[in-house]
Every structure is written in C-alpha cells, then in structure tokens.
C-alpha cells in the first residue's frame, strides 16, 4: 500500500545554515509525484517543491531543493540558508499515477521545525 | 497565481446547527477540490474528493449525511456540517487543483470551527 514516512517528529537548525526534512515513500505504481508544503503556525499549507517519478533531474525552488533517490525512494528536502520565517511544519505528500490533478495525496506526520537565531 | 480563499476562517457555533464552510479558487478553474481535516499538531486527513458537477466521493469513515459537500461552480466548493457537535470541532482546510496551474493542490487558509 502507498506510504509516505517522515520519521523526524521535531528538528533544529541554527540561522543561515541547511537542514535537509527525511521522507521516504512506497509504492508500486512507476508512475507517481512528489510533494513537500510548508504550514506555518497561522494553519495555511504553502506548496513548495514538486518531483515528478521520471524527472531525471532533483527539483529546485529558490532556497529548496528535493534530493530524489528513486532507488532508496526518499525525497528529502533540503532548505539552504535557513531563515527564522522557515520555522513551520514540514509535510511530504505522494500522488500516485501520472500527473493528474484530480487525484488524492497520500501524506506524511509532518516535520516540525524550528529555526534557531 | 493559484489563490484559493476559504469562509469562514473561524466560527463558534452551538451544539446542534449547521455551519456552511466555502472555499473559492480566485484566478483559475478548480475542476477538482479537496476537504481535509486536521486535528491539533496532526497530519492532514483527506475527507472527500469533489468533482465540479458530480457527486463527492468520501473516504471511508466519513458520513456522508453528515458532511454535506457541493461541488456547484469551478470555482466554488461548499462543505456543511450538519448538527454539529463538539467532536466535530476541528481545524477543516480545502484544496483545489485544475486547468492551467501547476500540477499540484492549492489550499485555503482553513477555517477552525468549534462547536459550544
């Protein structure tokens, strides 16, 4: 059954600095994408960064990359030059199938992280 | 782009009334929107999937009687929450995806209802 895991309940990361968000995922489907949002503590969810099953390359977005490791089937994201705003929980979502919009998540606990200044 | 608004973003209401919660795609279509629920410091349960013009399809465990979703316009979506009661009580957030907009959902800010 398709799974998504992140096994980090709460992180820390000192300002300026990178922190990489675990997330590993399962399924049987080839064909699937890859989902990080942020939601910060006023409860909006903020979409982030998008890695699709046959990308060959990782996605980028600005401050955010997803280190994808199709083998291992992890999608870590990894945030560069933390800020203080970054300070949220962390959610990675898998959609299985190709792009489809009208096709539902599968999510994760969620990270919870905090920026140190 | 990609703005999905939802109203109310908070209510109180009593112990046995309905609450009309609506979340709106403002600059595209939304051809497909989603109702989660999320209790406090949890992850996101999906309730039901709707379909501009079709019925919802709700996840298993969901009442469907008791979650009225509409689904009317492609850019409005209605979740109700009929005679709610104090359990019902929770933070109820919706997405929307469609035509024209990168491949992923866009949520709303969430409305947190309590019931007295």
């Known amino acids: 059954a398709q799974k998504i895991t992140q096994t980090q309940p709460g992180m820390f990361v000192q300002e300026k600095e990178a922190v990489t968000l675990d997330c590993t995922y399962d399924?049987?489907?080839?064909?699937?994408?890859l989902f990080w949002y942020k939601q910060p503590s006023s409860g909006e969810m903020i979409f982030l960064i998008y890695?699709?099953?046959?990308d060959q390359q990782n996605a980028t977005e600005g401050r955010y990359s997803l280190n994808f490791q199709k083998a291992r089937k992890s999608a870590n994201l990894v945030i560069s030059a933390s800020q203080l705003g970054d300070s949220a929980m962390y959610f990675c979502?898998?959609?299985?199938?190709?792009?489809?919009?009208?096709?539902?998540?599968?999510w994760g606990l969620g990270t919870s992280l905090a920026v140190n200044p | 782009g990609a703005v999905v608004s939802q109203h109310p973003s908070w209510v109180i209401c009593k112990s046995g009334t309905s609450v009309k919660i609506e979340c709106r795609s403002l600059?595209?279509?939304?051809?497909?929107m989603f109702w989660y629920r999320q209790f406090p410091k949890q992850s996101l349960m999906l309730m039901a999937t709707?379909?501009?013009?079709?019925?919802?399809?709700?996840e298993q465990g969901v009442e469907k009687d008791k979650f009225l979703i509409n689904h009317a316009s492609l850019t409005l979506s209605t979740l109700t929450v009929t005679s709610a009661h104090p359990e019902d009580s929770s933070f109820y957030i919706c997405?929307?995806?469609?035509?024209?907009?990168?491949?992923?959902?866009?949520f709303g800010p969430g409305t947190r209802l309590t019931v007295l």
């Open positions: 997405s929307a995806s469609g035509t024209g907009i990168v491949d992923t959902q866009y």
């Open positions: 890695q699709g099953s046959y």
């Open positions: 979502a898998m959609r299985e199938g190709h792009a489809g919009n009208n096709r539902k998540l599968i």
């Open positions: 399924t049987s489907d080839p064909s699937y994408g």
């Open positions: 709707s379909n501009e013009g079709s019925k919802a399809t709700y």
């Open positions: 600059d595209f279509q939304a051809t497909t």
